[in-house]
């Protein structure tokens, strides 16, 4: 069932309106920054959640810890298979678009939210943008990989976090007068979050007296097939032999998890999904994270702590260049978990990845309000009048 409260709205080039679409718990971290800055800029803004992440858990306190505005549509679409997910999304997102009219619509990440509200938006030939566009892993068996190619594909205006993103989108023929390398939104929230981040609170509730490591897993390789959840959780288990493993249980898999013997007992321990200022306090007093998300490789790579990805690819390559990250097989996380242990905190290599300052989500809004007045914005951050593109 739709819960949105009709507004009315249509186009006024007076006073444009730009609307985000927002599924899941890393499109919330990456898009308070950029509507804080548009906010401070003037423009006038909505956030759509579809609730693909429906549970308070996963969504409601994302809000209140990152000081999103209350969304002025909820299409509450839930989980579901792919095919049945998106197209929920995708008429339920029609409707919306319609009813506000927006100028330009603003997607993240990799998510089915994003891959619908791109394809809407085509369709009704509304401009759109994609933060965080150009990430890659080749590999097409992953769901999010069709969807970060077809939503860069279709978008007006690209955001990409990494200089490796702008070398994969021209390759796939973008033109580069679309793109602008901004730096990582995520890591301003980080940043922002950073002075509230104690994982005193969060160890005393979780009864945790010692060092302790941190799993998140959830990603459809890792966890649909039962003879791969079973290597997987066979893996953390041996994992826990060296220290207490905290598991926030993401909705998706849980059962498959429990099934394959991912259950409280020992050193494991069951949690539910966490708050973002929860998380990622728990993940800033770990030894360990293990984890197959995408946004964690880049949390763990800022906060200096040892990251294992159980994956055999990641579209985040800067995360092992310049940070933290190793990816590893089932097979290998037990040897690399005390190879991590041994070395203790990490100190990421080098320089840390370009524009990583927690400046991103202004820059995004200067962009956007730059191409809201009729012109866009270089990626040297001069104004570029639109007939000269």
């Known amino acids: 069932m739709r819960d949105y409260a009709p507004t009315g709205t249509t186009p006024d080039p007076d006073n444009p309106l730009v609307l985000h679409v927002l599924g899941a718990r890393p499109n919330f971290v990456k898009a308070a920054p950029v509507v804080r800055a548009l906010t401070e800029l003037g423009v006038r803004q909505g956030i759509i959640h579809t609730g693909q992440h429906y549970d308070a858990l996963m969504s409601d306190v994302f809000f209140a810890d990152l000081g999103l505005p209350e969304p002025i549509a909820n299409l ?111 890591i301003d929230s980080l940043f922002s979050a950073l002075d509230h981040l104690d994982p005193a609170p969060i160890r005393s509730r979780l009864g945790l007296t010692g060092r302790y490591g941190v799993a998140t897993l959830h990603r459809p390789a890792n966890v649909d097939d039962p003879a791969s959840a079973k290597e997987l959780v066979d893996a953390v288990l041996e994992v826990s032999a060296r220290l207490p493993i905290v598991v926030p249980i993401h909705p998706r898999g849980r059962q498959r998890l429990a099934d394959a013997g991912l259950v409280t007992g020992g050193n494991l321990l069951i949690v539910d999904p966490l708050g973002y ?113």
């Not at 319609?98 to 891959?115: A, C, I, K, Q, W």
């Not at 679309?178 to 990582?184: A, D, E």
């Not at 962009?367 to 866009?376: C, Q």
């Open 76 to 186: 509450g679409v839930g989980s579901g298979s792919h095919a049945r997910q998106t197209a929920a999304l995708l008429t339920g997102l029609e409707d919306v678009v319609l009813e506000h009219r927006p100028t330009l619509v603003v997607v993240y990440g990799d998510v089915n939210s994003t891959l619908a509200a791109i394809l809407v938006c085509a369709k009704l030939q509304v401009p759109t943008a994609h933060v965080e566009a150009g990430l890659r892993s080749f590999d097409r068996e992953m769901p999010e990989e069709v969807n970060r190619v077809v939503t860069d594909a279709l978008s007006d205006i690209l955001f990409a976090t990494s200089p490796d993103a702008l070398s994969h989108l021209a390759n796939e023929g973008v033109d580069p007068a679309r793109v602008h390398l901004v730096g990582n939104p995520m």
């Open 277 to 389: 200022v929860d998380f990622l306090s728990l993940v800033r007093g770990a030894s360990l994270v293990v984890t197959d998300s995408g946004g964690v490789q880049e949390e763990t790579t800022m906060l200096g702590v040892p990251c294992l990805t159980v994956r055999p690819n990641t579209e985040r390559p800067i995360t092992i260049t310049h940070g933290t990250n190793r990816l590893v097989t089932p097979a290998q996380l037990a040897a690399a978990a005390d190879r991590a242990l041994a070395e203790g905190a990490v100190t990421p290599s080098g320089d840390l990845p370009p524009l990583w300052d927690g400046k991103a989500g202004p820059r995004i809004a200067r962009v956007i309000a730059a191409w809201l007045r009729g012109g866009n914005l270089s990626p040297a951050g001069q104004v570029i009048p639109p007939n000269s593109l």
